[in-house]
């Protein structure tokens, strides 16, 4: 006996769960749904992403729903487009053997018109973001005013993307009267005041603890030096040959430029943020699905609503700001009762984050070191072996075989694998037999500060035609800071100093020690002389940045290499040349660059030749 008739669905639906293949039902199917079926109530689901939510309020909404009546009886919030269209779809298959039911999909990047014609023919059933659903109802395109369900799905992640004020504009053209089922992976202050506010004593369904993690995800951290954070991606992706991952960044800048270094480090990359067009994200979703993509570089936002299956790995390369948003992005992997892991690559600063999300989570984190160089490459090897073994035999090639074997009889077996292996490995342990230890983190010396001031000395000066000003504007537009958080800023001829809080000193060393000014590398590092008098020496080596001429404009250790790696399993590819899919390439650092020179030349012409007599007045206030 299937165990879904034990909770009370009726024969369409369980004629379509069939068909489906679903057997047993999960945690939160067992609790919701025989209580959404016999009560007309409220309720308050939280539960961790791909743990059968929609399957869980779908179908005791669709037993509920009068398919002979054509108004519009439930609604379905949701925060993204991709997880709107996810839920129709989900809807309409669970519902395909009941006959006048209609479902109907509302978000923006579609045509309004179209959605509201599609309302008009008779929609049971509405699924909307919030954005467009305000839209529809200020033009007056649909009536909400009899429904007897809403279910917002995903709560959190639609409050903490800013729709607080849709959704409560929304509920305000409801009845008083609904059932309000709200689904929700962590339970912050904001959907708590939504429950008091527009539910009536909602009965609260729990799987696992609040804001807890996935038993099903391993969590693990990677401490690095901030300059080391791109070539620990890197490892972490060669040590998992078969990685299929969401790699999460804090900016839409930071996102495009790791993508873009990945996909000229051969890797299969692509980036998906706020900035790309809908055809864009459509298209770069539709390869993630198909695993055309292996490494998926997104944002928080632009990742909402992703339900891919089999991720085997989420990798924070930055932190979130917000601990509950980690759980959100772990929960992308270990879905459908598979394992997932959750990578965090770190600084010594941000140990204490992860035991802040520890305890939130109630989960261990687990400190493993960046894998070395040979470490990657015996990984690499052994797979390479096990493709070999598990590989199909063509038997195309059986006309050729007689001339093969001519011309390979006198190399002994041993020999043979030998060289067979080495056509595909001998550049990667090319590239790795000579490659750093990324696990040596400095002690006090070179230890990041995790409070106070913190000064920077970076090899761009006057001579780059920088003044305080200037400098100062370009460290914010680049930092994506606030202008008071740079001050102290003094300029020299070849280099010059800034000041952040300490707060930031991770976000400084790993984003300016990634771009270039005019074609030169930026060097950023931390000064020891934290109070600034120092202004004409390096604090260590004693090189006089003045009379040396200026910044570090040799290779940076560590950089790209050569051949770079091959799409699928990270083996080194033969050529070192940039691919992009499907258009031209280019460089975040060049293109950057070209964007910082034009806003200097911009400022040095729109401002007036008296500022220079004030200059000096400033400087010495600001500094």
């Given at each position: ?227 080391d954070r791109y070539e620990g991606l890197k490892r972490l992706a ?83 700001d917000e601990i509950e948003t980690y759980t959100h992005r772990s ?293």
């Open positions: 006996m299937n165990k879904f008739e034990q909770l009370g669905l009726n024969e369409s639906l369980l004629k379509a769960i069939g068909d489906l293949g679903f057997e047993t039902p999960s945690e939160v199917q067992e609790k919701a749904i025989p209580l959404l079926l016999e009560e007309d109530t409220d309720i308050v689901a939280l539960a961790q992403t791909g743990t059968g939510k929609t399957a869980a309020f779908g179908f005791p909404l669709i037993q509920k729903i009068d398919p002979f009546n054509r108004q519009t009886q439930a609604l379905i919030l949701s925060p993204t487009r991709e997880l709107c269209l996810q839920i129709t779809n989900e809807i309409k298959l669970y519902s395909k053997y009941i006959d006048g039911l209609h479902t109907v999909a509302v978000y923006g990047g579609a045509s309004i018109n179209d959605q509201a014609r599609e309302v008009k023919r008779g929609a049971q059933v509405i699924v909307a973001t919030p954005g467009r659903m305000q839209d529809m109802i200020n033009r007056g395109m649909v009536n909400i005013k009899n429904i007897s369900i809403c279910v917002l799905d995903e709560a959190d992640e639609m409050l903490n993307m800013g729709f607080y004020e849709d959704i409560t504009s929304i509920l305000s053209d409801t009845p008083k009267d609904k059932n309000t089922w709200l689904f929700s992976a962590t339970m912050p202050q904001e959907v708590a005041r939504i429950a008091k506010e527009f539910m009536k004593n909602p009965q609260e369904i729990t799987v696992g603890h609040k804001n807890s993690s996935s038993a099903n995800i391993s969590h693990e951290y990677y401490l690095v030096n901030a300059r060669d040590a998992n040959p078969d990685i299929f991952s969401v790699i999460f960044c804090r900016t839409k800048r930071d996102t495009q430029a790791v993508a873009e270094k990945l996909i000229e480090d051969g890797y299969n990359a692509a980036a998906l943020h706020g900035d790309l067009s809908q055809a864009q994200r459509d298209g770069v979703m539709k390869s993630f699905r198909g695993r055309q993509i292996q490494m998926l570089v997104a944002t928080d936002v632009a990742a909402r609503g992703i339900d891919v299956d089999n991720i085997t790995h989420v990798i924070n390369y930055q932190l979130p929960g992308r992997t270990g879905r459908a009762g598979k394992s997932g892991t959750s990578f965090v690559i770190i600084t010594k600063s941000e140990i204490r984050k992860i035991h802040s999300i520890e305890r939130i989570i109630k989960t261990k984190f687990e400190e493993k070191a960046i894998p070395s160089g040979m470490e990657i490459c015996e990984i690499q090897l052994l797979h390479l072996a096990n493709k070999i073994k598990d590989t199909e035999t063509d038997h195309t090639i059986d006309t050729y075989l007689p001339s093969i074997m001519d011309l390979l009889q006198d190399i002994p077996k041993e020999d043979l694998i030998k060289k067979v292996v080495s056509i595909e490995f001998n550049r990667f342990l090319n590239y790795y037999k000579k490659s750093k230890d990324l696990t040596q983190i400095p002690g006090k010396a070179g230890e990041v500060p995790t409070s106070g001031a913190v000064r920077y000395f970076i090899n761009i000066g006057s001579r780059d035609d920088y003044d305080w000003m200037t400098l100062k504007d370009f460290l914010r537009d680049t930092l994506d800071v606030g202008r008071d958080d740079i001050f102290k800023v003094d300029v020299k001829e070849g280099f010059s100093f800034f000041n952040t809080d300490a707060e930031l000193a991770d976000k400084v060393m790993s984003i300016l020690n990634e771009i270039k000014v005019n074609g030169r590398k930026i060097n950023v590092e931390i000064s020891k002389n934290d109070g600034g008098k120092n202004q004409g020496r390096r604090d260590h080596g004693g090189r006089d940045r003045k009379r040396d001429g200026g910044g570090f404009s040799g290779r940076r250790e560590g950089g790209n290499r050569e051949g770079g790696f091959r799409r699928e399993g990270g083996a080194p590819r033969s050529d070192s040349r940039p691919r992009r899919e499907g258009g031209s390439e280019r460089k975040f650092e060049s293109r950057d660059g070209a964007r910082r020179t034009e806003g200097r030349s911009e400022r040095r012409t729109t401002t007036s030749d008296s500022r220079s007599m004030f200059d000096k007045a400033k400087r010495s206030r600001r500094s």
